[in-house]
């Protein structure tokens, strides 16, 4: 059974920094690309930060220079670092895995960001 989780998530003020967690199970995680999207109230889904299989990255434009992607092979996880963080961040951040035609995703975590 293929699992993501995202954790991480929660209520910080503007400026401050939030690290995303997302646990994959029940894949090969290192063949499979991993792509953080994000939907906020109002807004469809918008894809915010890639990693490929070989760490190569790709960034949205609202989150460039913010926001930075890794991976742990080892630990069968994805991480997003998220800095200087804005309110217009906020919103349910949902991590995907694919390889080509096959996508998984994990159930969302909230990030509010509020003063």
């Not at 699992?3 to 894949?27: D, K, N, T, Y």
């Amino acid at each position: 059974q293929v699992q993501l989780v995202e954790s991480g998530g929660g209520l910080v003020q503007p400026r401050e920094s939030l690290r995303l967690s997302c646990a994959a199970s029940g894949i090969y995680f290192r063949f499979y690309g991993i792509t953080w999207y994000r939907e906020a109230p109002g807004n469809g889904d918008e894809l915010v930060t890639t990693i490929n299989t070989d760490g190569r990255t790709n960034y949205g434009d609202a989150v460039k220079v913010r926001f930075t992607i890794s991976r742990d092979n080892a630990n069968t996880t994805g991480y997003r670092q998220m800095n200087s963080l804005k309110p217009d961040d906020t919103a349910v951040y949902c991590c995907n895995a694919h390889i080509l035609n096959t996508h998984y995703w994990g159930q969302g975590t909230q990030v509010t960001v509020s003063s």
